[in-house]
């Protein structure tokens, strides 16, 4: 993929991933409801792992030259974690703000969840089209194979391709 570039989106969805980190821990208390801070909890592990695994995934298979950011993929990687989701740092981000909203049940929290979850959607978007631009037909074949960031139909996918 081209260079990581600061667009109004990523600074966008940044503040508000903030903000609502903040309110979680700082302002309101964590809902007294334990189901919902355990499941809070669980997606935000989950969402850990799709932050982080890109990152040793695209330097080892995208092509990336020494000493460069693992963003500067000179090859399309559609194995292990990108065989089931196209984004999955886009994923952890909106996973995230999902455990924000469980852990902490309150509106504001909720509302500042949606609207950086659609800002996310927007930057996914134009990740697509990055991708169609620098590898053409082969990433829009990736495309019509590996959803965007629904992980469970990817691994659905995965589990009939198998079997």
């Known amino acids: 993929m081209k260079n990581w570039k600061c667009s109004w989106t990523v600074v966008g969805l940044s503040v508000l991933l903030v903000i609502q980190y903040i309110l979680t821990f700082f302002v309101y208390k964590l809902t007294p409801y334990a189901i ?4 809070g909890w669980a997606i935000w592990l989950i969402s850990i792992y799709f932050a982080i695994a890109p990152i040793f995934i695209l330097k080892k298979k995208g092509g990336v030259a020494k000493g460069t950011s693992y963003v500067n993929t000179t090859q399309l990687v559609d194995t ?19 455990s924000l909203m469980l852990l902490s ?59």
């Open 36 to 39: 919902l801070q355990w499941l």
């Open 80 to 98: 292990n974690l990108y065989a089931i989701v196209r984004h999955p740092q886009y994923l952890a981000g909106i996973l995230f703000s999902i």
């Open 105 to 163: 049940a309150h509106w504001l929290v909720l509302l500042l969840g949606i609207i950086s979850s659609g800002l996310i959607y927007v930057d996914i978007q134009m990740a697509d089209q990055e991708g169609l631009q620098q590898f053409g037909d082969t990433y829009r074949e990736y495309m019509g194979r590996v959803p965007q960031i629904n992980f469970l139909a990817g691994i659905v996918r995965q589990f009939r391709k198998r079997h």
